[in-house]
T-cell receptor, first 109, second 115 residues
C-alpha cells in the first residue's frame, strides 16, 4: 500500500531551527510537496522536490533522498507565526497526491 | 485577484439532507479536486476533474457527487448516503493535470457539521 509517515507533533523555540521528517512509500514517484496549514485554514504551498538534494527558499529548505524514500523540511530562525501543521505529500505514478497526516509544530517563546 | 473561493465557510445540516458545497476558481486551471480532512488524518481525495464535463472518483467517493459544467466551477454535493459527513472540505485546482511539477492550490475550505 501507499503510505506517508511524519511525526504527529513537534515543539521548538522561537529563533531556533527545526527539522520535520517525512518518509514515503508510493507506487512510483513523481515528486514530493510540502505545505503549511494554519489551524482552520487551507494548506499553502511551500516546496516541491523531484531530484535528490536540498532546495533552499528563504528561511525554509526542503531535502529529498529518492533512494531512501525520505524528505525533510528545515525551518530556520523560527518565528511565532510558523506555528502550524506541515503536510508532506508524495506524487505517485498516476500523478495522484498521497498525503501524510501532518506534523503540528508548536513554537514557544 | 486570482484565486479559489469556497462557500460557505461554515455549514450546518440536518441528518438525511443533501447539501452542495461551492468551489470557484479564476486561475484558468484545468484540473480541480475535492478533499476531505479529518483530525489526525491526511487529506483524502473525494473526486477530481481534469477537464470540463469529465470527473473521476477518488479514494472516498461514496456518498458524494460532483459536476464540472464550467471550467471555473466544481461543486460537491454531500448526499444523505454519506455515513459520516462532518468534516473540513477543501477544494483545490492545478494548471495541468498529470504534470509532475503541477502544484495544487487550495480554497479556504468549508467546515460541514451534521446535527
Amino acid at each position: 500500500g501507499q503510505n506517508i509517515d511524519q511525526p504527529t507533533e513537534m515543539t521548538a523555540t522561537e529563533g531556533a531551527i527545526v527539522q520535520i521528517n517525512c518518509t514515503y512509500q508510493t507506487s512510483g514517484f513523481n515528486g514530493l510537496f510540502w505545505y503549511q496549514q494554519h489551524a482552520g485554514e487551507a494548506p499553502t504551498f511551500l516546496s516541491y522536490n523531484v531530484l535528490d538534494g536540498l532546495e533552499e527558499k528563504g528561511r525554509f529548505s526542503s531535502f529529498l533522498s529518492r533512494s531512501k524514500g525520505y524528505s525533510y523540511l528545515l525551518l530556520k530562525e523560527l518565528q511565532m507565526k510558523d506555528s502550524a501543521s506541515y503536510l508532506c505529500a508524495a506524487l505517485d505514478s498516476n500523478y495522484q497526491l498521497i498525503w501524510g497526516a501532518g506534523t503540528k509544530l508548536i513554537i514557544k517563546p | 485577484d486570482g484565486g479559489i473561493t469556497q462557500s460557505p465557510k461554515y455549514l450546518f445540516r440536518k441528518e438525511g439532507q443533501n447539501v452542495t458545497l461551492s468551489c470557484e476558481q479564476n486561475l484558468n486551471h484545468d484540473a480541480m479536486y475535492w478533499y476531505r480532512q479529518d483530525p489526525g488524518q491526511g487529506l483524502r481525495l473525494i473526486y477530481y476533474s481534469q477537464i470540463v464535463n469529465d470527473f473521476q472518483k477518488g479514494d472516498i467517493a461514496e456518498g458524494y457527487s460532483v459536476s464540472r459544467e464550467k471550467k471555473e466551477s466544481f461543486p460537491l454535493t454531500v448526499t444523505s448516503a454519506q455515513k459520516n459527513p462532518t468534516a473540513f472540505y477543501l477544494c483545490a485546482s492545478s494548471k495541468l493535470a498529470g504534470a509532475g511539477t503541477d502544484t495544487q492550490y487550495f480554497g479556504p475550505g468549508t467546515r460541514l457539521t451534521v446535527l
